[in-house]
């Protein structure tokens, strides 16, 4: 696979923030980072809760991270998790809602020690709904 030192970049501070995850219940922890259209690098962790359907996956904090500093064009994203897995359908079209061209944004799934897939968004989430 073919990495940018940008993408190396945002795959590193998924797996950096990843060790911030909130993940009591599940003992799943999961690191993600968008990178927007401006350059900014952004994390997010799963936070979970004792009520557990409040649980918020890492790569919807990224994104709300992101949009509440004003940013709201994703271009690349990063997904750590123990096993390699690719992100729930809800982040995918949360995601979808601020990459302006999904075809382009590239979706980065990586363990803490192995780079294991490359997609892009459009192909985890065809047909995703829009307004
Ligand atoms: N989780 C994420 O953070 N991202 C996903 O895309 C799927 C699942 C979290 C939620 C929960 O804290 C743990 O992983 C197990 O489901």
Same mark, same amino acid.
């Given at each position: 696979m073919n990495l940018s030192d940008a993408d190396r970049e945002l795959i590193a501070l998924a797996r950096q923030v990843r060790q911030n995850a909130y993940a009591r219940y599940s003992n799943y922890s999961v690191g993600s980072a968008v990178r927007t259209a401006s350059g900014k690098?952004?994390?997010?962790?799963?936070?979970?809760?004792?009520?557990?359907?409040?649980?918020?996956?890492?790569? #919807?904090?990224?994104?709300? #991270?992101?949009v509440a500093e004003g940013e709201r064009a994703i271009v690349a994203v990063a997904v750590v998790t123990p096993d390699g897995a690719t992100p729930c359908g809800a982040c995918r079209q949360v995601l979808s809602e601020f990459a302006p061209d999904p075809e382009q944004c590239l979706v980065w799934i990586a363990t803490p020690d192995h780079l294991v897939a490359r997609y892009t968004l459009a192909e985890l989430l065809p047909h995703g709904f829009r307004l």
């Amino acid at each position: 696979m073919n990495l940018s030192d940008a993408d190396r970049e945002l795959i590193a501070l998924a797996r950096q923030v990843r060790q911030n995850a909130y993940a009591r219940y599940s003992n799943y922890s999961v690191g993600s980072a968008v990178r927007t259209a401006s350059g900014k690098l952004v994390g997010g962790v799963n936070v979970e809760n004792a009520s557990y359907g409040l649980t918020v996956c890492a790569e #919807r904090v990224a994104v709300l #991270r992101a949009v509440a500093e004003g940013e709201r064009a994703i271009v690349a994203v990063a997904v750590v998790t123990p096993d390699g897995a690719t992100p729930c359908g809800a982040c995918r079209q949360v995601l979808s809602e601020f990459a302006p061209d999904p075809e382009q944004c590239l979706v980065w799934i990586a363990t803490p020690d192995h780079l294991v897939a490359r997609y892009t968004l459009a192909e985890l989430l065809p047909h995703g709904f829009r307004l």
